[in-house]
């Protein structure tokens, strides 16, 4: 009896805490936050020649793209932002088209914005066509295979939104390029970049799985279904850290890890996990979600003074966006709005207090050290954010 008054309780406070989360943001209100951060967005990273967006506001001339892994690319002047940064915009439309009762408004944005400046990094010189990190009228760029794979997300999501034909086509190419970044060395596994075939890390294989379920979701087609599970347990068995559940960076060929621990990593695992278990109903997948998102917010969050919820840590905001997804996929299994009532509470702290008088956010959530310029991908992960949280009533 003591252990079910026990239990009893445990649920009682899991659900007050919750709801106390939850009611501390207004309803409906996050939908108008990524509204006018993605009018921001397009004011302030946009121009009147095409439908590129520039890589930082103000634009910085000496901005260098350490992300790339290439010095000789990171250090060349760019006017434009590279592919990953762009894509953000991608995500962060989609995240309104499909909340949106108005979604031809959005549509329109994504045909006429979005995928017209995205055609621009489109590279059919080398084959399997892919899309390269960098406009394709300027000297050849990597092409990195998790760039490909986020938008082949994006691009499923947008035909199970709106059954447009041309989306799920492109969704289809970019799996045939993501397919060509696998080989049998580690047993297996997708290399990060098509140029660099140094190291199999988990940003390239745990969005690949989510990327398969979510053709598999789209197509029925029982092959995405296998390759999506395959590149989970591929993952799982060599990235994740058998201590805390949560994931490492990479594996290179020659077995050494890098234990690096990014949100997105972990996300994406989660975000796997829970597509899994509602693809299948085999409970170890719904385990396995729900003992990451645990990790996930012992990890990635922190107690602050003055504050009654975990804050996020400082780090790539876009990688909290992505770690974000996976959170709202395991709520839409298993109903616990514990993770996303955090996330909540957080998204309604940025608004009010890490603004500035443009409406860009920064991305210090300890509110120390706030930065004249902006990222752009920060800003698209900021409306994602807010969008996906505002179909969940936020």
């Known amino acids: 009896m003591k252990q079910i008054n026990r239990i009893a309780t445990i649920a009682l406070m899991t659900g007050l805490y919750c709801l106390t989360a939850q009611a501390q943001v207004k309803n409906g209100q996050f939908f108008d ?13 946009g121009n009147a020649k095409n439908k590129l967006l520039a890589e930082k506001y103000p634009f910085d001339e000496n901005f260098k793209a350490d992300y790339l892994n290439n010095t000789t690319q990171a250090e060349q002047q ?16 989609n995240a309104l088209m499909e909340l949106s009762k108005d979604k031809v408004t959005y549509q329109k944005i994504l045909d006429h914005k979005v995928l017209e400046g995205l055609r621009e990094y489109r590279d059919e010189q080398r084959t399997p066509a892919g899309y390269a990190s960098y406009i394709n ?6 092409r990195f295979y998790d760039d490909n794979i986020w938008l082949g997300i994006d691009f499923t999501d947008s035909y199970i939104q709106t059954k447009k034909a041309d989306y799920l086509k492109h969704a289809k190419e970019i799996w045939t390029f993501v397919k060509s970044g696998e080989d049998n060395k580690l047993g297996g596994g997708i290399y990060w ?4 075939k140094e190291s199999k890390n988990t940003c390239s294989n745990a969005p ?4 398969a379920l ?20 591929w993952t799982k068995a060599g990235l994740q850290d058998p201590e805390d559940k949560l994931y490492w960076d990479n594996m290179h060929l020659d077995g050494k890890v890098n234990k690096a621990k990014y949100s997105y990593n972990s996300g994406q695992m989660l975000q796997a996990a829970a597509l899994l278990y509602q693809l299948t109903k085999e409970k170890k997948y719904l385990d ?13 969050f922190e107690k602050r003074d003055g504050k009654d919820f975990p804050v996020l840590k400082n780090s790539n905001l876009w990688f909290h966006a992505v770690m974000m997804r996976g959170f709202i996929s395991l709520f839409e299994q298993d109903g616990n709005r514990k993770y996303v009532a ?6 309604d702290l940025a608004w009010h207090q890490m603004r500035d008088q443009d409406g860009l956010f920064d991305v210090d959530w300890t509110l120390q050290k706030p930065k004249k310029s902006k990222w752009l991908l920060d800003q698209c992960a900021f409306v994602e954010m807010y969008g996906r949280l505002a179909k969940l009533g936020y």
């Open 193 to 196: 970049c098509e140029q660099k």
């Open 33 to 45: 936050y990524a509204q006018k951060t993605l009018d921001v967005i397009y004011d302030k990273y």
């Open 208 to 211: 690949a799985a989510v990327f």
């Open 137 to 142: 009228s300027a000297p050849a760029s990597d």
């Open 342 to 347: 955090v996330f909540a509470k957080n998204l």
């Open 214 to 233: 979510k053709l598999f979701e789209a197509t029925k087609q029982k092959d995405y279904l296998l390759e999506g599970r395959r590149l989970y347990e």
């Open 288 to 300: 396995d979600a729900q003992q990451l998102a645990e990790a996930c917010l012992g990890y990635f």
């Open 78 to 93: 760019k006017k434009y932002a590279y592919l990953w940064p762009f894509s953000g915009s991608f995500s962060a439309v």
